[in-house]
């Protein structure tokens, strides 16, 4: 069973840095892609990184590239989004997502994920 949990969201100053963790509270290894997305207010959700299972396979939407690192533990069963340089066009509910268990490369479009996180938010004042 596949149940991601994520957490590190919270509420802070442009310029400043958060990092998310995304754990599987179910049991079973994840051994598929996992991405990040984020959903703002009023805004559709949209793809924000993705990791592949070995983690050698990273992907980033172009407005966090350089800011943002997605990572991995497969050992911990976790998946991580460094944030840094934090702007309040960040802020929104991010989500972590997994693809089926053995598809393991990764993906920007949410419709490939199968198991969705419930959210954590993330919010950066102008």
């Known amino acids: 069973q596949v149940q991601l949990v994520e957490s590190g969201g919270g509420l802070v100053q442009a310029g400043t840095s958060l990092r998310l963790s995304c754990a599987n509270s179910?049991?079973?290894?994840?051994?598929?892609?996992m991405g990040w997305f984020r959903q703002a207010p009023g805004k559709d959700r949209e793809f924000v990184a993705t990791i592949s299972w070995t983690g050698r396979s990273t992907d980033y939407a172009r407005f966090v590239t350089g800011r943002f690192t997605i990572s991995r533990d497969n050992a911990n069963n976790t998946v991580y989004l460094q944030m840094n340089s934090l702007k309040p066009e960040d802020t929104g509910v991010y989500y972590c997502a997994a693809r089926s268990l053995g598809n393991y490369e990764i993906s920007g479009r949410p419709v490939e994920y199968v198991c969705w996180g419930q959210g954590s938010q993330v919010t950066v004042p102008s």
């Open positions: 179910g049991g079973t290894v994840v051994n598929s892609a």
